[in-house]
DNA sequence: TACAATTCTTAGCCAAGGCTAACTTTTTAG
DNA sequence: CTAAAAAGTTAGCCTTGGCTAAGAATTGTA
């Protein structure tokens, strides 16, 4: 498939009051934030196992198993299961029957994570969300969010207090 | 499992600077998050799909799958699966060979997402993310706003124009 | 009309991330 | 110290949503 295939796109008027292609959004565009959408769907799961995995650490110095299945809502298999592959990640370290530990880059990956979660907590504060309502929201809209964005919230919120 | 059974989880102290369990956050609650958050990436593939075809319809008449396929970023045949998939939830009509329709609980669906997407791209364009930044963000941001959190965004919004 | 290109369908594969059930290991209580 | 409870593991299953490859239907055109 080439450009020129689809070169009418480009053309296409902006229809107004639709979600439709517009001039910001062409149809090679469009595909590439959907394949962004679908790369994020995969590592905010990670993401989560990891972020989760640092709160408990920090919470109670260690995290084991049953506790991630019971913040996740996921049964113990699934979580064993998970953290292999966070393992072959090379994202935490953990032997059988023992708790699991983050490698230096899996807590990178917690740090940033978190940092993301705050930031976008925060925002949906300065903008009216009330705290629990918040909370809860943050949680997947954290994954979404491009660095720009985070950027824009955090000099937004930064701004809204002064 | 009962309720008795982390009833402590109530009065873990809420530990600063963490994204960790506090007040507005116990184990229930945040397993409960997890699971919303669960649900919400198995509708969102369902939402896009269902808001692009009332895009296609509304700029072209009709929605080919071959359309739908090159906006995604996916093959054909995925696209032929996922119709077949719409079509059981009474979301799309659609015959052999023939493009795909939208019932009327597809186009509410459709009218539903494209709304609610519109109203993330206007708040992060009022808290000062860029056109492109927005756009690209709101997909994907869309899917996990509340009801409550979408109002207050609307609000703000509003306010902000005055 | 017939053939070529395009589109659509079908079959079969894969990985991810859930689950249950059965089993082993570790921890805890008596 | 031993038995029961809790935690962790393993095996096997399921659904989703991708993919490729091959073939059938439709459409466009010489």
Known sequence: MTESDRAEDEL?????????????MTVD??????????????TEIVEDYVELVADLIDEQGEARSVDVA????VTGATVNKMIARLKEMDLVNAEPY??????DEGRKMAEASRA????????????GVDEATAWADAEGMEHRCSPETL???ADFVKKQKL
């Open 12 to 24: 296409t008027p902006p229809p107004e009051g639709t979600g439709a292609i517009s001039a910001h």
């Open 29 to 42: 565009r469009q595909a590439s934030h959907f394949k962004r959408a679908r790369q994020a769907r995969e």
């Open 70 to 73: 019971k913040r996740l809502g």
């Open 98 to 103: 023992r708790s699991v530990f983050l490698t």
């Open 116 to 127: 993301r979660h705050h930031i976008v907590v925060a925002l949906l504060r300065a903008v």
């Open 151 to 153: 950027a824009a919230f």
